[in-house]
């Protein structure tokens, strides 16, 4: 992003790389079994279970984290090496680029998120469950008085 702002060139290699790094995040977003496609559930559609005694079904995205990672790294180093060649340097007026880049993101993301509400699932984990423990007194147990 530095090079192209620095360069002044090569909108399009930084707009074909916003919109893959879109594509790489809903996929990111998504879950592996997609719920709007499972027909096996009654008339309400498929939900993750709100009691104990139901189903657990742990969320497994479509695109793992680390593959999320590796394809964002490696499409940035290509799209690096993309703006040292003039022939990628196509004149655009980059204005209307940004403009549609935001209406797009704003409007997937819109769409995912209403998906994410209507099937009960949230990609995220809000931290890590804290156990009651008994406080650290600093004495060690069991050393010779």
Known sequence: MSRVLYA???YIVTYALGIYHLNLFIAFL????????DFDADENGP??????NEEFRPFI???????????????TVIALICTFFDCFNIPVF?????????????VTMKRQIKHMIRYRYLP??????????HEDTGKVVGAPK
């Open 8 to 10: 002044q060139g090569w």
């Open 30 to 37: 998504t879950p592996k079994i997609d719920p709007a496609m």
């Open 47 to 52: 939900e993750l279970p709100t009691r104990a």
């Open 61 to 75: 995205r479509r695109l793992p984290e680390f593959k999320f990672w590796y394809s964002v790294t490696k499409s």
């Open 94 to 106: 980059w204005p209307i680029l940004v403009l549609y880049f935001i209406t797009l993101f704003c």
């Open 124 to 133: 995220f984990t809000h931290g890590k469950p804290k156990y009651q423990g």
